[in-house]
């Protein structure tokens, strides 16, 4: 039994998420979790909404609002969407906690301390007509490698390059078309290099990653440059120093304040939970946490962030890079055991995109069709390792096809014959060989779905669990149970249903971390008590800083089914099912084409 830290990517709160964000993060963490736990293991699964940075800057000046209005906004529709998912975080918070301000302080100063972080005079892009500062994304020009037209001030997406606003040729704003004036000022880099041997090391030592990821990681360290970590910017955590700490102009990087959100987003669980100290058990390298495991969880575009920049900070703050130094106070720190990067989810094959209404929200998908089809759609044909296209035809026909006819026809046909024949559980006679491979082959899954799971395979894992399915109809089909009705025949019509609904029930908890929602109606429907399958709550909360309140995403997951196959008791109450699973019309498809956009661009 392990402590393992899942650690879920930030969600960026300027609006609503879609399903390819979920899709990548969101599900398959919480699978994992879900399974990690049934397991036995001690899982502490944490994440938030990630509310700084100049997009959100931009967009609440565009709406009239302050940048903390819209983060307030859209916190609580991403909260409300991963509720409506059941995501089963430990905590699920915001970066606009005074706890994360101070974390993110902390380590900036740990790593300051031991020589990591260095002042420099770059030049900056200010708006001419007002004066203020321009921030890159939001300046335009030719890409200086490849030509492309359309480069943005911090990366061409044409050729993948990272760039500085004033290598673009024909630089404009995308505000107002304006040339930037480009002037001198002064700001903090991360030195990377000095993590190149160190990182380099640990890479070496990875095992089972998924291969792209990590040679994409290794690949990143043959060219390390120094990286600003502070901006021109008045939205965000304010820079812990002497003659900065009060500046209102300067701000700490939103990417680096929102990859500390797995630490301070875990000491927050923990002074919640009444022991400030329990984080430890997950992050300590020297101490108590130095078993532990640590899974990150995000799409490909966010591999950088996580196989080397969190690294290095960790590295830094720890005190072992190239220039040494010591631990801050929260010790030395625990690097990632393995980043678990999916692919990208496109929509009809198309990328998604919010101002082409190539697209589909969290919340409308959860108002027409239930969570679970869509954790379905996502496990069985997500975009795991392969970039993977969603289209409305395919989520209808394995809804219809896969999840109702195969499992929904199980549970339903297996239940209500039982009900209507001994209104309870009938105790089985003896087995007949066909009894006893049907519920082998169910005891076995709890070993190859588990351990599938475990490396992240998720799409074999639920794939060998609607075997299970797939073998349990086929036995039905063939014993007949139905047919069996004289008196002569009924001790084996008794014993047929009750194999037939302890597989059901292992089949059951083998897709309990994949379909949270229907695994505890299915558990009801075969006359369980109780939780099966925990779901996440949402709290409202004081900041424990004295800051302003907001929604949690939180949950009590000890309790609910184990890994296991536990057997069934003779005499329990069955009433007739209600169906698990909705059968979706083939209509619903040309309905959401008809929402979509169309091609223009
Ligand atoms: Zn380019």
Redesign the pocket.
């Known amino acids: 039994m392990s402590h393992v830290l899942a650690a879920v990517a930030w969600p960026y709160a300027n609006g609503p998420r879609h399903i390819g964000h979920v899709s990548g993060f969101g599900v398959p963490s919480d699978v994992f979790s879900r399974y990690m736990r049934m397991a036995g293991h001690d899982v502490l699964m944490v994440s938030g909404t990630d509310e700084h940075g100049t997009p959100i800057q931009v967009q609440a000046d565009a709406d009239g609002v302050t940048p903390r209005q819209l983060a307030d906004r859209y916190n609580r529709v991403i909260v409300e969407d991963l509720h409506g998912l059941g995501l089963s975080y430990d905590l699920f918070t915001r970066t606009t906690t005074r706890n994360h301000y101070a974390i993110v302080q902390e380590l900036f100063e740990g790593l300051h301390r031991n020589g990591y972080i260095v002042a420099r005079t770059t030049l900056g892009a200010i708006s001419p007509s007002t004066g203020r500062t321009l921030p890159d994304r939001y300046i335009e020009g030719t890409?200086p490698?490849?030509g492309?037209e359309g480069?943005r001030g911090d990366q061409?997406d044409?050729?993948g390059?990272q760039l500085d606003p004033e290598q673009l040729l024909n630089p404009r704003s995308r505000i107002n078309g304006e040339i930037p004036q480009f002037v001198e000022t002064e700001h903090f880099f991360l030195d990377l290099p000095a993590f190149a041997e160190a990182i380099g090391g640990w890479l070496d030592r990875r095992e089972n990653w998924r291969p792209n990821v990590l040679k994409f990681s290794r690949n990143l360290l043959d060219d390390l440059q120094p990286r600003a970590i502070t901006r021109d910017l008045e939205w965000g955590v304010p820079i812990p120093l002497d003659g900065w700490r009060d500046r209102a102009d300067k701000r700490i990087y939103v990417w680096f304040d929102a990859v500390i959100g797995y630490l301070s987003a875990s000491i927050e669980w923990a002074r919640r939970s009444g022991d400030p100290e329990a984080w430890r058990q997950w992050w300590s390298a020297d101490a108590q946490g130095k078993d532990a495991l640590g899974y990150y969880f995000m799409g490909k575009d966010n591999i950088v962030f996580h196989s080397v920049i969190w690294p290095a900070l960790l590295l830094g703050y720890s005190g072992e890079g190239d220039s040494g130094g010591t631990a801050g106070e929260f010790g030395k720190l625990n690097l990632p055991t393995e980043v678990v990067s999916s692919e990208y989810l496109t929509m009809e094959g198309k990328k998604f995109s919010s101002s082409r209404r190539v697209v589909i929200y969290v919340r409308d998908f959860l108002e027409r069709y239930d969570a679970d089809a869509l954790r379905y759609f996502i496990a069985a044909a997500g975009p795991e390792s392969n970039d993977t296209d969603f289209t409305w035809a395919e989520f209808v026909r394995r809804n219809n096809d896969e999840l109702v006819a195969g499992w929904g026809n199980l549970v339903n046909r297996s239940i209500s014959l039982t009900a209507k024949n001994f209104g309870e559980i009938p105790a089985a006679g003896p087995l007949t060989p066909e009894d006893e491979a049907v519920l082998a082959v169910a005891k076995a899954g709890f070993e190859t779905v588990g351990e599938l799971i475990g490396k992240h395979r998720q799409k074999a894992a639920i794939g060998e669990a609607m075997r299970v399915v797939a073998e349990a109809n086929r036995y039905l089909s063939e014993q007949a149970p139905w047919k069996l009705k004289s008196d002569e025949d009924k001790p084996r019509q008794a014993t047929v249903l009750h194999v037939a609904l302890q597989v059901v029930s292992d089949a059951n908890t083998l897709l309990t971390p994949f379909l949270p929602h229907s695994a505890q109606k299915v558990f009801e429907l075969l006359g369980g008590e109780g939780v099966h399958a925990p779901m996440p709550r949402i709290e409202e909360v004081e900041d424990l800083d004295g800051g302003p309140g907001y929604p949690v995403l939180t949950g009590d997951y000890r309790v609910g089914a184990r890994w296991e196959s536990v057997p069934l008791v003779p005499g329990t109450p069955l009433a007739a099912p209600k169906p698990v699973f909705r059968k979706l019309d083939p209509s619903v498809v040309e309905e959401e084409l008809a929402r979509l956009g169309g091609d223009e661009s």
């Open positions: 890409c490698i490849c492309y480069a061409c044409n050729c390059n």
